[in-house]
């Protein structure tokens, strides 16, 4: 018998566990991030019938994403100019899941970029290489698996993501939504 397990490294695992429970507890501040999660006709991810690829994991996976962009800022570009031991969040995390990939410093030099011109932009850039690539999606994909086996334990918090599920689709027009 084959059976698939699942390999647990943990890496920031309970960190995005505690953003997840955090914005169940007080969703105030995050109504706009929310909305990129809601907006849209998004609702449209949440009318497919037991899914295997949870709602929830959707929006773990979003939490994810938006934190990963939302954590390059001044000091990182600083930290990666001056710090020569410094690496990026998404490369320690791929390292740890031994997830094989091009670390930030290599890609600039294959793309001939110095590091004194690093920017925001070269950053971003550098992670839709990974994306497109595919090393940057199957981290989500690892790390969204480890918080939602966390998650998926905790019924209060359930309870609430269901509730905000709800909330965010009640008002949807039945006429509206595609028959396929």
Do not use: C, Q
Request: no cysteine; hydrophobic share 40%; net charge negative.
């Amino acid at each position: 018998m084959n059976r698939r397990l699942l390999a647990m490294e943990y890496y920031d695992t309970y960190y995005f566990t505690n953003i997840l429970h955090g914005l169940l507890t007080n969703s105030f501040p995050f109504l706009r991030t929310l909305e990129d999660f809601f907006g849209d006709l998004e609702y449209k991810k949440f009318l497919a019938s037991f899914p295997k690829h949870s709602a929830l994991h959707k929006f773990i996976e979003f939490i994810i994403e938006v934190h990963t962009y939302e954590s390059i800022d001044d000091v990182v570009e600083d930290s990666l100019m001056y710090d020569k031991d410094y690496e990026l969040w998404v490369n320690n995390a791929l390292k740890s899941y031994g997830i094989e990939h091009i670390d930030f410093r290599s890609w600039l030099m294959f793309n001939g970029t110095e590091l004194s011109n690093i920017t925001k932009d070269i950053i971003f850039d550098y992670h839709t290489f990974l994306y497109d690539e595919g090393p940057y999606e199957r981290l989500i994909e690892k790390i969204s698996e480890e918080v939602f086996f966390l998650m998926f334990m905790n019924r209060e918090f359930l309870r609430k993501f269901n509730e905000m599920i709800a909330f965010n689709i009640v008002d949807i027009d039945v006429d509206s939504l595609p028959l396929d």
